[in-house]
């Protein structure tokens, strides 16, 4: 199927739900790393209104690491001293301020750690987003290890919680369960991409 009937098909869906079409407004003339208009247009489309397998299991991993991303940016306004206190769960054994205030949260890079988790997630998320419907082989290894990596990442600081400061981060356990959600789409989206290929 062509790219303009298809895009024609994409547009009819979205009318039909009521959501705007894709406008041909875009980057004129068209630098390097920027898509042809008729090429956007229909990525605009796809992402929207597409109902494939692959984009169900990428949105998912996009939707897991931006939420990811949006509690790092609630731990980065503490740590960066925007606000004073997390708040944390009434139950014993649980401390944010403390996790979140200990020296190892500013080791990396001489950053505190959730400002650098802000980065890392939304780069999880945008790799989520490339190469449309069917994206290459490589980018589906590519999501897929980049999750990995902050899987590692997550289980790594959790278990620092119970053996190094003997206390639990209500808001990092949910980063690191939305983390293993992402790792999970994102390992879908990989045996699928192996299985398409062979």
């Known amino acids: 199927m062509s790219i303009r009937l298809d895009t024609g098909l994409l547009a009819a869906r979205a009318r039909r739900r009521g959501q705007a079409g894709a406008s041909a407004i875009g980057f004129r003339p068209r630098p ?3 898509s042809g208009t008729a090429a956007a247009q229909h990525l605009s ?5 597409g109902e494939s397998q692959s984009l169900r ?3 998912r991993a996009a939707t897991t690491a931006l939420a990811s991303a949006s509690v790092m940016t609630g731990l980065s306004l503490y740590q960066l001293g925007v606000i004073r206190r997390l708040p944390e769960l009434p139950l014993p054994g649980f401390d944010a301020n403390v996790v979140d205030a200990s020296a190892q949260a500013y080791q990396l890079l001489g950053s505190p750690d ?3 988790g802000v980065v890392s997630y939304g780069v999880t998320a ?3 987003g490339l190469g449309g419907e069917r ?3 490589v980018l589906s ?3 897929a290890a980049k999750a990995a990596v902050d899987l590692g990442w997550a289980v790594k600081l959790t278990a620092d919680q119970a053996t190094k400061h003997r206390a639990a981060c209500s808001w990092c356990l949910l980063a690191s369960s939305l983390t293993l959600s992402t790792f999970v789409s994102a390992a879908g989206e990989f045996r699928a991409s192996r299985r ?3």
């Not at 489309?45 to 209104?49: G, S």
């Open 114 to 116: 959730a400002t650098l």
């Open 126 to 128: 945008a790799i989520a």
């Open 196 to 198: 398409n290929r062979s």
């Open 135 to 137: 994206p290459p082989a």
């Open 57 to 59: 299991r990428r949105r």
């Open 141 to 143: 290894a590519a999501l």
């Open 32 to 34: 390097p790393l920027i």
């Open 45 to 49: 489309l796809i992402w929207r209104v």
